[in-house]
């Protein structure tokens, strides 16, 4: 799961075929294993309400990656096929009969159906380009069947959306998913096949294809590969996924609203998918963990949580282009020069200090927020398990002398961080 | 007299007003290796694109064995056995070597759009990259992102990605462009060693290459072709001396 | 009759204020690739400013003052943001510019809070400067359009008459070839990037007092200024003209004029089916076309894109 | 290290949300609303005026049954019903029992659903739903059920208040109906429709229509079609910046009769409406702040004022939810049963200090309460809003309003 796409490193298949399964298998097992053994450490269900959120999130930010980083378009209304598909389930939950003759657990085949059907559709005219026009057609489409959401009401419920009952279908083994546990498993098995069947596509000729299309297309053609037709079915299959996304977020939340289609979902999903990495298969994934926590538990804390988000996605962008993701894969460079130990005394020496600078900053907005918008009197405010008065001077001046010391620290030793890095990155020398 | 791998009748081009390829009539044989020169913004570029539907003719008709391509995209020309190289490298610059040629043999090997076969999975595939690459001697650099290749090796890179789909007409254009004298002597070695048996149409500027390779050579002046024939016919054919070549075969020589 | 006179002075107004946001849009995505998504962010500071400093100097000094630091701001970006970020391609950018878009909108909650701001006409234009059979036209908005066509001339003057407005056009469409003739195309890029969001201000300072001055202002406006240059061309300061117009008025007219689709679909030969309850298309019988008035322009560009992919008055593709 | 990303992130995620639980001596109620996005003003707004009527009406008096002080949990909801889904379990989870909700319909439908199902899965831990502003007439007709109950009068009801108003009025011959395309505007323009045929035939309904919701960038042409029709006032169920952007188009491009409004007050709007809006806007609501109804509720309006001087009381039925919830737990002698407070909650009977008597109807638990019609104006203001000059006035009531409206509620008892 971990090696990069755009490189891929398989050996011929006779020489490795033996060792590689295994190497391959082994992150699957063991996400699996994870994820089956976690809710005996988390038992809350609002700890599993939020990982259901994390999986659901995840798939649709794998599928969005299918056309992003494998596939080189850029889609501003994805949310649509997502959204669509979920409709389709909440409708088949409510068509008694048939969902109780289905057993629960096969509904997201169907949601990824209907995704896969409306992405049929408006790909067969969307794919004809990449860039710019591809982009635009999808905001366009993006925003028209948003639009319908409110208008349509037969099939999108108007603004209070779509409601059913999961415990309708059919029992599967004796479990009718009343409990939130129930669907926690449901739900981490279906992102599991999901994620191994998106990972298996990128390795199959129209999946490879996609990648030569999205790096040339015009070379792509002269190879024998309409660019247009591969585009299609990358687009196709990345409906799918997100269809099944929409699918599994129908089983968890019993509804599905205005909000499951319209551009905000779109937008973020692309950040999502961009702040986690979209060069590597398991980018999205790890910006699918952090956002969600970001946007559930960091908004818990602060009612600024989007400012941080905010200057999160921008920082991002500038200074790691290539993601989370990328960040991580910076590192295997100096892991397989057995390097690594080398950075570990400057990464102390500098970030620390940084970070401590970002949280007297983050302190020092959080004071200006309180000082604006407080009650009159209420002068008390809690910050990092520390009670204190927002309007005294000597709390100023110590969340301003923390920023101040943190980041001045950082400027200090980022020099000698640059030179480490270099040094672990050059083959030889003394290691 | 067999069908010609390639021929042109009345081909044509304008852009806008201006006239590029004014009426070309060309046919080249089976396993002939045909080289176009002539000098810069003569039309050589557009006619390649021309062939190969990157560019619609405004008239004329262009035959691959005999069947007209008129109205085919390129991808369909593509695997009706024509496969060209660029004049700017073009090659996938983000994959490996050794996926950059797998590549170019999905098409000629059936996989088509398909998407219930692994690629990894196939022995076919793998040891019929590993050849070509070991052809155009870059099974070194098999691992490596085709992008941080030399340019020599780029260019090889390039012909191997052309040459590996299997088809029986292959267009080069400039293979040698920019290259040093030992990296020109070695993409030709190459271009010999992959062509064989193959049908070869070239665009060239080296001479050197050109009288080296060519069974036949054709001139294109301002969208016209003025002389074909086999390379000592062209070289003393006074018209071809008058437009372009006396200078730079002087030189040569 | 007289109110089609009253509508297209509307539809005027609307697609003047589109066209100051779409001539600096075309302009900074045909030079730089770039789909600046906050565009529409730098409107919303232009008024919150105007609105901040008309409190102390006045609407006038903010009129003259706002876009001013919006421009600067603008070209803050691109020189410390934007540029560092672009060796990335185009997508990273992208992101940046969507990032950006939020950030804007949370600072702007943060200064001036969540509530709509008491930004207003000022006195002096404050009455109405004729009727058209009952129907006012307020004196500001005839000074909007005379506002935007002064914009529109000034910009066609700079990019037609002055050697600055030749190199922006060559860059336009041959942005390398201009660099390799020896112009500081980073310098065009800042100075357009900080003059096409200063235009932005412009438009958001006035407005701001008709439209309101709220945190949801850019995002109201939405993507609707990318649909007016997609539609328009890329590139062409005429095509954004003609876009924003066709929209100001498509829009103005499909929600002031009650056409049913029931009338359309009986006109081509459809009959009202009986019983519309039961009926799965009973939302689309029963649709009016100011319900759809704001999706008109999506539509119309998602089939320009189709059938035109270089727009109504485009000469390249991206 | 996917692993690890992920264990870290859980375990960050049990620290933030097992750390507030730790306290069991609070009756925690969650309120789930907007506190960021362009509905947060409300949300932010609301929040502080349940947090004052919490601390001033039950912990400062010393608490409830054995000194249990009455906790506010704020979840930030960003409008999105899968949001708040999510909110509501975390708010189970830290043992808030009772939920209170009132921006947006969508998210009120959403929660009603999910508690009822969740009380269903999970009767152990069984949660009331309080809700005090979402007024779709649907979540006390159809969709009612047990653990809901309204604080605010329905829409249905407001529009009967408000067309017993026009009717009384006798300059009004012509009326020009406009709302946001969803279920609530076309519930505002259903019952304006039929109401206003039932009590005056004579008023022609020149135009009715719905507009895009949260997306007209100007109203004008909306304006111009009012204008045109010759209609004597508009009936609007707009809210936020449609309400603000319609009204201030409609009276800008030359319209001068009343403007019978749901929400054109507060969160910045009475501000932004100023002069222009004086004599024009109306709105109806419960509650009334001017002229002061009680000397409690005027102590009530200047305590709040001296602890939150920029804020004001635009929405008095949160003061009415958190002392019915308080008089429902003291009968029931207990906070964690639900069912008995709910119980206790039916067919209550409450003085409300803004001037009304509060009955919640127990066929579909909507209270019933007094309704009124105030006036925008700077004149006999003594709260104003957003800390302009001017506020709302009151300036008809009726009396414990729709008492006998039919309900469809069918409802299901534990």
């Known amino acids: 799961m971990n090696d990069q796409i755009t490189t891929d490193p398989s050996k011929p298949a006779q020489r490795m075929r033996a060792g590689s399964l295994t190497l391959t298998l082994a992150p699957w097992i063991i996400s699996a294993v994870f994820l089956a053994i976690l809710p005996q450490i988390f038992t809350n269900n609002s700890t599993l309400t939020i990982m259901n959120q994390m999986s659901i999130t995840i798939v649709f930010a794998l599928a969005y990656n299918m056309l992003l980083g494998q596939g080189g378009m850029l889609s501003f209304g994805h949310a649509v096929y997502a959204g669509v598909g979920g409709f389709a389930a909440m409708h088949i939950m409510n068509m008694s009969d048939f969902f109780a003759s289905i057993p629960l657990v096969v509904l997201p085949v169907f949601a990824g159906l209907f995704g896969m059907g409306l992405a049929m559709i408006v790909g067969s005219f969307s794919t004809r380009g990449a860039g710019t026009v591809f982009a635009m057609i999808s905001l366009g489409v993006g925003e028209l069947i948003a639009a319908c959401s409110v208008i349509i009401v037969a099939f999108f419920g108007g603004e209070g959306g779509v409601s059913g009952d999961r415990t309708y279908a059919q029992p599967f083994f004796g479990v ?256 | 007299m067999s069908t010609p791998a390639l021929e042109l009748s009345g081909l044509k081009k304008s852009f806008g007003k201006a006239e590029i390829i004014r009426g070309i009539d060309l046919s080249i044989g089976k396993a002939e290796r045909h080289a176009i020169i002539g000098p810069n913004g003569a039309g050589k570029s557009t006619l390649f694109n021309l062939i190969t539907a990157r560019f619609a003719p405004t008239a004329g008709t262009v035959k691959l064995h005999g069947e007209n391509l008129a109205g085919l995209e390129p991808y369909q020309i593509n695997r009706k056995g024509l496969s060209r190289s660029f004049q700017i490298t073009n090659i996938f610059p983000k994959m490996s070597v050794f996926e950059n040629v797998r590549c170019a043999l999905l098409w000629s090997q059936g996989y088509k759009y398909s998407f219930w076969n692994l690629v990894s999975r196939s022995r076919l595939l793998t040891e019929g990259a590993d050849a070509i690459l070991e052809q155009i001697n870059l099974l070194e650099r098999r691992d490596l992102p085709a992008g941080t290749l030399s340019y020599a090796e780029q260019r090889a890179l390039e012909i191997g990605i052309t040459i590996a789909g299997g088809a029986d007409v292959i267009m080069l254009d400039e293979p040698t462009a920019g290259m040093s004298n030992t990296e020109t002597d070695y993409i030709t070695d190459l271009i010999l060693k992959v062509t064989a048996g193959k049908t070869l149409i070239m665009v060239e500027h080296d001479m050197g290459v050109v009288f080296g390779l060519a069974d036949r050579i054709s001139v294109l002046v301002y969208g016209e072709i003025i002389a074909t024939g086999a390379p000592a016919d062209v070289r003393a054919d006074p018209k071809v001396q008058e437009a372009y070549l006396g200078a730079a075969l002087e030189a040569e020589h | 009759m007289d109110l089609i006179l009253v509508n297209l002075i509307d539809g005027l107004v609307t697609g003047l204020l589109l066209f100051m946001l779409s001539a600096g849009l075309t302009l900074i995505f045909s030079m730089m690739g770039v789909l600046n998504f906050a565009h529409a962010s730098f409107y919303m500071l232009g008024a919150y400013f105007a609105y901040q400093i008309s409190i102390a100097l006045g609407f006038w000094m903010g009129l003259l003052i706002a876009p001013l630091i919006v421009g600067v701001l603008g070209a803050g970006v691109e020189r410390y943001g934007l540029r560092r970020v672009h060796q990335y391609g185009h997508v990273p950018e992208l992101i940046f510019t969507f990032g950006l878009a939020l950030l804007i909108e949370e600072m702007v909650q943060f200064v001036w809070g969540k509530n709509q701001m008491p930004y207003s006409v000022p006195e002096i234009l404050n009455f109405s400067a004729f009727a058209i059979s009952g129907n006012s036209i307020p004196a500001y908005k005839i000074f909007m359009i005379f506002i935007s066509i002064s914009i529109f001339i000034g910009l066609l003057y700079v990019l037609t008459k002055t050697r600055v407005g030749m190199i922006i056009q060559a860059a336009l469409s041959y942005p390398r070839t201009v660099e390799a003739l020896g112009h500081n195309v980073p310098l065009i890029f800042m100075g357009v990037f900080g003059v096409g969001t200063a235009l932005a201000g412009v438009a958001g300072v006035i407005a701001g007092p008709v439209l309101g001055t709220f945190p949801g202002m850019a995002f109201v406006l939405g993507s609707i200024v990318f649909v007016t240059i997609v539609i328009g061309g890329l590139g062409s300061l005429w095509g954004a003209l003609f876009a924003s117009l066709l929209i100001g008025w498509i829009t103005t007219f499909a929600k002031a004029y009650n056409v049913k689709m029931e009338s359309i679909l009986n006109a081509i030969g459809f009959t009202t089916p009986e019983n519309m309850d039961e009926s799965m298309l009973r939302d689309l019988w029963s649709l009016t076309s100011p319900q759809i008035a704001d999706i008109l322009p999506y539509i119309l560009m998602v089939l320009i894109l189709i059938f035109r992919p270089a727009g109504l008055f485009g000469k390249r593709t991206q | 290290m996917k692993k690890f990303t992920k264990l870290g992130a859980v375990s960050a995620l049990s620290l933030i949300i097992g750390a507030s639980s730790a306290f069991a001596e609070t009756i925690k109620v969650a309120f789930i609303d907007p506190l960021s996005g362009p509905f947060a003003s409300t949300g932010a707004n609301g929040l502080k005026q349940f947090e004052f009527a919490a601390d001033y009406m039950v912990n400062d008096k010393g608490g409830l049954l054995d000194g249990a002080e009455i906790e506010i949990i704020a979840f930030d909801n960003k409008t999105s019903p899968k949001e708040s889904l999510i909110q509501l379990q975390v708010a189970i989870d830290q043992g808030a029992r009772y939920v209170t909700q009132g921006n947006g319909s969508a998210v009120a439908l959403a929660l009603t659903e999910a508690i009822d199902k969740h009380n269903r899965r999970n009767p152990d831990s069984r949660v009331l739903f309080l809700n005090y502003a979402a007024v779709d007439p649907a979540l006390t007709n159809e969709q009612c059920n047990f653990w809901h109950f309204r604080f605010d009068a329905n829409s249905d009801m407001k529009m009967d208040a408000l067309t017993d108003v026009i009717a009384a009025n006798e300059d009004v011959k012509k009326v020009y109906i406009i709302g946001q395309d969803y279920s609530f505007g076309k519930a505002v323009s259903d019952a304006a429709n039929s109401m206003l045929k039932a009590k005056r035939p004579d008023i022609e309904v020149v135009g009715d229509e719905l507009h895009p919701i949260g997306k007209v960038k100007d109203f004008t042409p909306y304006s111009r079609k009012i204008i045109a029709s010759g209609a004597d006032a508009v009936i609007s169920g707009n809210w936020g910046a449609d309400m603000l952007g319609l009204g201030k188009s409609v009276i800008e491009n030359g319209f001068t009769g009343p403007i019978y409004t749901y929400y054109a007050a507060g969160s910045g709007m009475t501000a932004a409406f100023g002069e222009t809006g004086k004599g024009i806007i109306r709105l109806v609501s419960e509650g009334v702040v001017n002229p002061s109804p009680s000397p409690e509720a005027t102590a009530y309006y200047d305590a709040f004022l001296a602890k939150y001087p920029d804020a004001n009381i635009d929405q008095t039925r949160i003061s009415n939810t958190i002392g019915m919830l308080a008089a429902a737990i003291t009968e029931a002698g207990t906070a964690d049963d639900v069912v008995a407070v709910a119980g206790a909650l039916e067919n209550m009977e409450y003085d409300s200090i803004w001037g009304s008597k509060l009955v919640m109807r127990p066929d579909d638990h909507q209270l019933i309460q007094n309704i009124n019609v105030s006036a925008h104006t700077n004149e006999g203001v003594k709260y104003t809003f957003d800390s302009s000059d001017y506020g709302v006035v009151k300036e008809s009531t009726v009396e414990m309003a729709s008492a006998d409206i039919a309900t469809s509620c069918k409802m299901k008892r534990p």
């Not at chain 1, 409990?179 to 926690?184: A, D, L, M, S």
């Not at chain 1, 949280?359 to 520390?386: I, K, P, Q, Y």
């Open chain 1, 176 to 431: 009718e998913f009343l409990q939130q546990i129930e669907v926690y498993y449901l739900t981490a098995a279906w992102v599991i096949i999901s994620a191994a069947l998106m990972y298996l596509w990128s390795r199959t000729p129209v999946g490879r294809m996609a990648n030569a299309v999205r790096d040339n297309p015009e070379r792509a053609e002269f190879l024998g590969y309409s660019a247009r037709w591969v585009r299609f079915y990358s687009f196709v299959a990345s409906g799918f996924f997100a269809g099944v996304s929409g699918g599994l977020f129908a089983i968890n939340y019993e509804i599905l609203t205005e909000e499951n289609l319209n551009t905000a979902s779109s937008g973020v999903i692309l950040l999502v998918t961009f702040l986690g990495g979209v060069g590597y298969f398991f980018g999205p994934i790890i910006g699918a963990i952090v956002f969600t926590l970001l946007q559930t538990v960091l908004s818990l804390s602060t009612e600024l949580w989007a400012i941080y988000a905010g200057s999160l996605f921008l920082a991002t962008v500038m200074f790691f282009p290539g993601g989370f993701a990328g960040l991580i894969m910076m590192h295997v460079a100096p892991f397989k020069l057995g390097k690594l130990r080398l950075l570990i005394m400057p990464y102390i020496k500098t970030l620390i200090p940084a970070a401590i600078g970002i949280l007297g900053l983050a302190a020092l907005v959080e004071m200006t927020f309180h000082v604006r918008h407080a009650a009159a009197g209420d002068n008390e405010m809690t910050l990092f398990w520390t009670t204190f008065d927002s309007h005294s001077l000597i709390a100023w001046a110590i969340a301003g002398a923390v920023t101040l010391i943190g980041l001045g620290i950082a400027r200090v030793t980022a020099p000698s961080l640059k030179e480490a890095w270099d040094e672990a990155n050059t083959a030889g020398g003394a290691s």
